[in-house]
């Protein structure tokens, strides 16, 4: 199956309030420290906008808000004539429902309070059934919500009681990280449990809505805590979710400061100042919370129709709504394409079919608390549309198939007949839902044969197979099976793996080797019956999405099962090149370690002594280091003749023992002839390994890896997704990269071990004129020992490093290394001809190797 | 009654392994270094010692990472290694890592691609390493009776 991209469509995004529930970390967002004088607070917004937004249809995109002190006492009332209100931002949905649906957003402080004020425009009166005394998600409604990483408060939510006429602040303590059971909530409402939390709540004559609060340090012991310099957080948003005429609920707007960064910092006296930005943020994803058709595309799926109409469906909010109503879906009528093939949808004539249509919803109990995911639609005019929600982001995955009888769960991707028979499971690495985010580690490396990290079912379409269905996965591909579990193709690369997808795609351009992010909010997969073709709309993570066409999903067929045999007609013209650059390696065959010939001779040294003692295996390097002031001791040896030719060779390998006293560092390092500092405080033309040697462990094996300069290798070979420690996986991907931790990593390539710049960022194999064995800030006396100084392990040619079209496949059928020889390599015809099975000779059983000495 | 063996400790601290010690009739290691033969135990414990997982690595017989430059340096490691288990009176076993080859793409979860196995990814024994233990098993019973 082949995918092209047909045609792409304008910026949208839908939001995800589980996501940001989930990121908070200790530290403390509060006023009441901020040192005196002139204050700018500056809290980032990735989000919110006080200016108009382009005419592309944008949410606000603020990316300051002043906190200012206040001019005098403030008297929390809902008024402001006591606020200075000189740093206020303006915050909405979507630039053209801005008279409506928008809110002003001020800040304050003093020395013991924090203060915010909202200024909230919303045509009808705030509407939130959410009683505080039984359910503290007052976000499930209308409402304002501020979230924050501090050591205490995490949530705060405010929003005035319809059922009990009541202001409410509810604040949520605890790190959701740790879970639910390790949060305390407290309604504050209207007396704040904790002491100092306060707010009020106006209604506008004007019909604004004014909402203030300030709110104090929380009492709690361990307050205010050492801030951490990463991850500080601090969000606010803006819920409307008004009814619609008929009393149901309407589509929800929500508009969101984003703040990535926070002010708190302790200064030179340990209090917290307010005049410093931290760097650090790992969110700063605006495009999360951007409506640009002028609708909403919630959490929960979209979909087009024949007539590529739009369809939104917000499961989550509508489930949210009001305590819970179900989806709510709208319709937005296509109106035209543009000349580069993007299509535009008529958003003033935008229909909510709620009221108006049937939707029959599967409900598939797992262990998970989403029970509705996947539901059909009807709609009035008979015709019956599918979407299948997203997960909410917990494990668990519907495809409702009634036609079939069946319904698809997972992971892993499980086949449930409705008499409760599972009829078929396939393989699914599932890390968990926030492991694409925070702990790539744990997911497993893209293969083409496992389904990982699925999230949810993007919509099913009738094909030769018979019923084919879409998953999408948290790490950017989409997964196409057929309900008897056959996994038949996939689109998308893993997006720890792809090319990131253009900005400006080009009809027709291929889906191989891209990716659109990891993490879609939607999209639907779907056949059109007009055309007869397959659609994918797809993107999420990127604030766009894209209707692409699906080529060759028809030509799959199905074959019987039994001995298939391929005659050579059937073969890929390139069949029999493959397979002999599978069987032919392009080394120059088996590669024995080669020693250095080292010009003892012309050896320099640095607060040592070097002494070369013949012994059994050779010659022996006696150094002796005496200095404690250099930042090294040891010698410098150059290569006899001049230079080594290392270009077969990965490493350079030695045994190294130390007399003692103590454990030692030693460190090798070879350099071309140009190597030099860096300047950065690494080396340049030069590679360097280091290794703790104990004296008590007698002779030991270390080495220096020969590293090729990033820019010699082409090649996009990795082990795993990202690093424990958080380093952005981009930069690791492919070649000669650099990280100073192997724990994690793939633990060395063909070129050599990557490693701290520090370290050096590579040299000419073919052109090393020295070895340099040195102990780091000697602190003591000691000598080394070092012998059997040699070449070793086979490296790829240069024009094989540049090459990737060369150098993969880099394993043959039986896994072996291909681009190497040596004893005992098992060969595709040695020892196989005899009881063979076909053509290939690929059925030998057990090891050929026979023991000859018993 | 029961056997109890400890959990493979690595780089343990002296107090863990005296809670371990407490609890378990066999205290379970990984000793990464070239020889067992002065491994101790934290003083006041006398138990006897499992290594629970060692081995070497060697670059030349197609797989990526490595250590040693060739098997026969690798196999005089492996042998190196296993007298001196034989000479540490507080060790009664001694366990190579792995018998297979970790894949030269990688081993899922953490890509290890060591040469790691007494057989490679292709299931053929590595002749240098099968003579070794030969030889190991030859003497061991010599050695182990002749250790002080």
Redesign the interface.
């Known amino acids: 199956m082949t995918c092209a991209f047909d045609g792409f469509g304008s910026a949208a995004k839908s939001r995800r309030v589980v996501l940001l529930r989930l990121v908070y970390k200790e530290n403390i967002v509060q006023g009441h420290k901020l040192t005196n004088g002139v204050l700018s607070v500056w809290i980032l917004c990735a989000g919110l906008v006080a200016t108009a937004a382009s005419a592309q249809g944008r949410q606000s995109e603020n990316h300051e808000l002043h906190a200012v002190p206040p001019p005098g006492a403030v008297v929390v009332d809902g008024k402001l004539d006591d606020w200075d209100l000189s740093g206020q931002i303006e915050s909405f949905t979507e630039y053209r429902t801005r008279g409506t649906y928008s809110a002003e957003l001020a800040a304050m402080y003093d020395k013991d309070f924090f203060y915010l004020a909202v200024v909230w425009r919303d045509p009808t009166p705030m509407v939130n059934m959410i009683d505080p005394d039984a359910d503290g998600s007052g976000w499930k409604s209308e409402c304002a919500q501020l979230r924050m990483i501090t050591d205490l408060p995490v949530h705060v939510d405010c929003w005035f009681s319809t059922a009990t006429k009541r202001p409410v602040i509810k604040i949520l303590y605890g790190s959701v990280n740790k879970g639910a059971a390790n949060m305390e909530t407290f309604a504050a409402a209207p007396d704040a449990i904790v002491a100092g939390a306060k707010e009020a709540f106006l209604t506008g004559a004007d019909g604004k809505q004014l909402a203030t609060g300030p709110w104090l340090e929380p009492a709690q012991p361990g307050s205010p805590g050492t801030p951490d310099a990463h991850g500080q957080f601090f969000s606010t948003s803006f819920l409307w979710m008004d009814l619609n005429d008929d009393g149901k609920p309407q589509v929800s707007r929500e508009s969101k400061t984003y703040l990535p960064k926070s002010w708190t910092e302790p200064d030179d006296d340990g209090k917290l100042q307010g005049n410093e930005i931290l760097a650090g943020s790992r969110y700063a994803t605006s495009e999360y919370w951007r409506y640009p058709l002028g609708v909403p595309l919630p959490f929960g799926g979209y979909w087009l129709d024949e007539g590529f109409n739009l369809y939104s469906c917000g499961v989550e909010a509508g489930y949210h709504y009001r305590g819970g109503m179900g989806p709510v879906v709208a319709r937005i009528p296509f109106k035209e394409w543009t000349p580069g093939g993007a299509p535009v949808w008529d958003v003033k004539d935008q229909q909510l079919l709620t009221g108006q249509m049937r939707i029959s919803s599967a409900y598939v109990g797992l262990n998970g608390p989403c029970q509705w995911k996947a539901f059909e639609v009807h709609l009035p005019n008979g015709q019956s549309l599918f979407s299948n929600g997203q997960c909410n982001w917990f494990p668990g995955e519907r495809l409702y198939l009634p036609a079939e009888g069946k319904v698809v769960v997972g992971p892993p991707i499980t086949c449930i007949r409705d008499d409760g028979t599972i009829l078929w499971t396939y393989k699914d690495d599932w890390s968990g839902p926030l492991r694409a985010y925070w702990d790539k580690t744990?997911i497993?490396?893209d293969r083409d044969d496992l389904l990982v990290g699925t999230v949810g079912c993007l919509g099913r379409a009738k094909t030769k197979l018979g019923t084919v269905f879409a998953i999408q996965s948290s790490v950017g591909r989409v997964y196409f099976m057929t309900v008897n579990g056959l996994l038949i193709g996939s689109a998308f690369r893993d997006y720890r793996l792809g090319e990131p997808w253009p900005s400006d795609p080009q009809r027709g351009m291929s889906l191989d080797g891209t990716t659109m992010g990891g993490d879609w909010a939607g999209g639907h997969f779907f056949k059109s019956e007009k055309s007869n073709e397959f659609y994918l709309i797809a993107g999420g993570t990127q604030a766009v999405y894209h209707v692409i066409k699906l080529n060759g999903l028809d030509s799959i067929a199905a074959i019987p099962g039994g001995e298939v045999t391929v005659t050579q007609k059937e073969l890929h013209p390139d069949a029999p090149a493959i397979a002999k650059k599978a069987v032919a390696p392009t080394t120059d065959g088996k590669?024995?370690?080669k020693a250095l010939a080292l010009d003892l001779d012309k050896a320099a040294v640095k607060d040592a002594t070097l002494t070369p003692v013949k012994d059994a295996g050779g010659t022996l390097l006696k150094i002796a280091v005496k200095g404690k002031q250099q930042d090294w001791a040891g010698v410098e040896i150059p290569a006899l003749g001049g230079k080594w030719d290392l270009s077969k060779y990965?490493?350079v390998?030695a045994q190294v023992r130390t007399l003692g006293p103590d454990p030692v560092k030693v460190n090798l390092r070879l350099d071309n002839p140009n190597a030099a500092d860096d300047g950065k405080g690494g080396l340049a033309n030069a590679v360097a390994d280091g290794l703790n040697v104990?004296p008590?462990?007698?002779?030991?094996?270390?080495?220096v890896g020969i590293r090729r300069p990033a820019d010699a290798v082409k090649l996009k070979l990795f082990?795993?997704a990202e690093y424990p420690w958080g380093r952005p996986y981009e930069k690791a991907r492919g070649g000669a990269e650099t990280e100073t931790n192997d724990?994690?990593?793939?633990?060395?390539?063909?070129w050599g071990?990557p490693v701290d710049t520090a370290n050096g960022s590579g040299i000419d194999p073919a052109n090393v004129a020295k070895l340099v064995i040195s102990v780091a800030n000697p602190k003591e006396d000691c000598t080394l020992e070092i012998r059997?100084i040699?070449a070793?392990?086979?490296a790829p040619s240069a024009e094989l490093l540049g090459n990737p079209a060369r150098f993969f496949p880099?394993?043959d059928e039986?896994?072996?290394?291909i681009h190497?020889d040596?004893?005992?390599?098992?060969q595709r015809d040695a020892g196989c001809g005899e009881g063979a099975r076909g053509p290939g000779g690929l059925s030998c059983q057990?090891?050929?190797?026979v023991?000859s000495?018993h | 009654m029961n056997l109890r063996l400890g959990m493979l400790l690595d780089g343990a601290s002296p107090a863990t392994v005296a809670a371990a010690a407490k609890h378990c009739d066999v205290l379970c290691f990984r000793l990464n270094r070239t020889s067992p033969a002065d491994f101790k135990l934290p003083d006041g414990i006398d138990k006897p010692v499992i290594i629970a997982e060692f081995g070497f690595s060697a670059l030349d017989r197609g797989m990526l990472a490595g250590d040693l430059p060739d098997q026969a340096a690798r196999a005089a490691a492996y042998k190196e290694y296993m007298i001196g288990a034989l000479k540490n009176p507080q060790i009664v076993g001694c366990h190579w890592s792995q018998y297979r080859d970790y894949p030269a793409s990688g081993r899922a979860r953490d890509e290890a691609n060591y040469n790691a196995g007494f057989v490679d990814i292709a299931d053929t024994p590595y002749d240098e390493m099968i003579q070794a233990a030969r030889e190991v098993g030859k003497t061991m019973y010599k050695e182990r009776l002749e250790a002080k």
């Open positions: 744990l497993s490396a590669l024995e370690k990965r490493f390998v104990d008590r462990s007698g002779w030991t094996w270390t080495k082990g795993i724990s994690w990593w793939f633990h060395a390539y063909p071990r059997s040699c070793a392990g086979a880099c394993t039986f896994g072996q290394y190497a040596w004893p005992g390599k098992t057990g090891p050929r190797y023991l000495d």
